[in-house]
């Protein structure tokens, strides 16, 4: 069967040259990690000591993934730890001051009346929280029983969920939103026909996921747990805003024009707006590599005891000036789209540039997330490592082929899914209990419910990132690790791609590219 980037491996020109070697198909060796570090450290020596003894073979010389990671004891972009760092501190200065003078007032349209409806604001979330986390933790079940048909189900869901939307807004008379969201139905109906081979695919994905996340389920536990910091942050956040926005909202009623007040609430705004966008991306992407470390420790059968704590000391030690330095572009363009939004009314101009500034912050999400999980397997600074990865990709090929991975929007719609119904359960016992603002309250749970199930799915999303990086470089030790992961991803593979792909890849990319990149 053909697929539609079958040509792809054919034009690459790395793919059509010969083989540095022939693929062994014996089963995994008797040696154990710790000899073939032995063998590798002797090799080395051996060729400096004398340079005209012959490399050795290339999955045994220094330079594999398992030596390079062990191996790389570099603290990267510290510059950009210490500026995290400061900035954090001036924006909890910033919290703390707004607090002192504004604390404890919210805006007049929350109609908060007493302090019933404040406990029921704070502890409805948690428990949308709590609901979300359940309902994410049997989505990860049914991802790992029957990957092929959750993904069937979520994309006509979201087929539903978009005609849903749509049918809603043409019967309240909105037809400019409807229009919109038909023509965006439609062309959602057609990318989804033109993409049908490249299901199975992102199923087999998704299983190999699955049970990266079975064997370490420290990773769920871990990014489920990077909720308490960020929550955290954002109640400090939030309090400090609100009060600013109430003495804001004060000084209108009050006629009292004040540049100078103006100026101070601006500039509190600012940091402590900033402060949080970048906190918050740093947290993730902690995450993110932690978890990409795990799946390459996986992926590579490397010898650790606890992988999850290994990669988490790692992304927070020697790579947290990497993690910052590609977090702060993203944080940067969020609040820049922060401003805008604050802007908008209903300004063409304004919905324009939010458009634009939003599809720059995919691009950064996208360069961070596998520049990071190149840094999770081999260190590198942020910038060689974005570079290095992408190149790889290229060269592979592997660029058209994440390009038609719908892994994405399958933990999207699941979390929009968890999302929806967290927001109708926090509406319902906002009901029964009978708390002011339903509406935003419901908004509130809803979000809370989605950032949760985001958080879980995470791990899931950071193996998938890890395999195709780890497959690109060497993609026959897949076969090594599981036979029966590397058959359903193979018939994928050919289903997607062509079997030509497949083959071509397979005989083509022995020599992994990591050697054309040492330390």
């Given at each position: 069967m053909s697929g539609p980037n079958q040509g792809s491996a054919a034009k690459d020109p790395l793919l059509t040259a010969e083989p540095h070697h022939e693929p062994n198909p014996v089963a995994k060796p008797d040696t154990s990690q710790d000899e073939i570090f032995a063998r590798q450290l002797q090799a080395e020596e051996q060729s400096s000591a004398n340079p005209s003894v012959p490399p050795a073979h290339p999955t045994s010389v220094v330079g594999s993934p398992?030596?390079?990671?062990?191996?790389?004891d570099v603290w990267h972009d510290i510059s950009f730890m210490i500026l995290f760092f400061v900035v954090w501190v001036v924006s909890l200065i910033c919290c703390v001051v707004a607090l002192s003078e504004h604390g404890g007032k919210f805006p007049k349209q929350m109609n908060l009346s007493g302090t019933r409806d404040v406990v029921c604001w704070v502890l409805l979330p948690v428990l949308a929280a709590v609901t979300g986390g359940v309902f994410v933790m049997l989505a990860i079940h049914l991802l790992r029983r029957w990957p092929l048909k959750v993904v069937n189900v979520v994309l006509v869901c979201q087929i539903v969920f978009l005609s849903t939307v749509t049918a809603i807004f043409l019967l309240l008379g909105h037809l400019y939103n409807g229009i919109i969201l038909l023509l965006i139905t439609i062309l959602y109906c057609l990318w989804l026909f033109l993409i049908r081979r490249m299901i199975p695919f992102a199923a087999a994905l998704l299983e190999i996921a699955g049970a990266i996340t079975k064997q370490y389920p420290g990773m769920i536990i871990l990014s489920l747990t990077s909720l308490l910091p960020q929550v955290a942050l954002l109640a400090l956040t939030l309090c400090a805003l609100l009060g600013i926005s109430r003495a804001i909202e004060d000084e209108q009623d009050g006629a009292n024009d004040d540049d100078a007040k103006s100026a101070q609430y601006g500039g509190l705004v600012l940091m402590i707006g900033f402060g949080w966008f970048w906190s918050s991306q740093v947290i993730r992407n902690v995450v993110h590599m932690a978890c990409a470390s795990v799946s390459a420790t996986w992926y590579f059968q490397l010898p650790r005891l606890n992988p999850t704590i290994l990669?988490?000391?790692?992304?927070?030690?020697?790579?947290?000036?990497?993690?910052?330095?590609g977090s702060l572009f993203v944080a940067l363009v969020q609040m820049l789209r922060f401003f805008v939004w604050q802007q908008q009314q209903d300004s063409f101009l304004a919905l324009c540039l939010d458009c634009l500034l939003a599809c720059i912050e995919h691009i950064l999400r996208l360069i961070n997330k596998y520049a990071f999980t190149y840094i999770a397997l081999y260190g590198e600074s942020f910038c060689d490592a974005a570079g290095m990865v992408w190149?790889?990709?290229?060269?592979?090929?592997?660029?058209?082929?994440?390009?038609?991975?719908?892994?994405v929007n399958v933990f999207w719609m699941l979390g929009i899914t968890i999302g929806v119904v967290t927001s109708i359960i926090t509406a319902l016992l906002g009901l029964m209990l009978q708390v002011s603002s339903i509406g935003l309250l419901a908004i509130t749970g809803g979000a809370v419910g989605f950032v949760v199930a985001m958080l879980g799915l995470a791990p899931l999303d950071s193996a998938v990132a890890t395999m195709f990086v780890a497959f690109a470089e060497d993609p026959a030790q897949l076969g090594l690790v599981s036979h029966e992961l590397n058959a359903k991803l193979q018939a994928a593979w050919m289903e997607g791609f062509g079997e030509?792909?497949?083959?071509?890849?397979?005989?083509?990319?022995?020599?992994?590219?990591?050697?054309?990149h040492p330390v």
């Open positions: 398992a030596e390079r990671f062990r191996h790389d990669g988490l000391q790692r992304a927070c030690t020697k790579s947290f000036g990497s993690v910052c330095m190149d790889i990709l290229k060269e592979r090929g592997f660029d058209l082929i994440i390009n038609n991975d719908i892994t030509g792909d497949w083959e071509v890849r397979m005989r083509t990319t022995q020599a992994p590219v990591y050697r054309a």
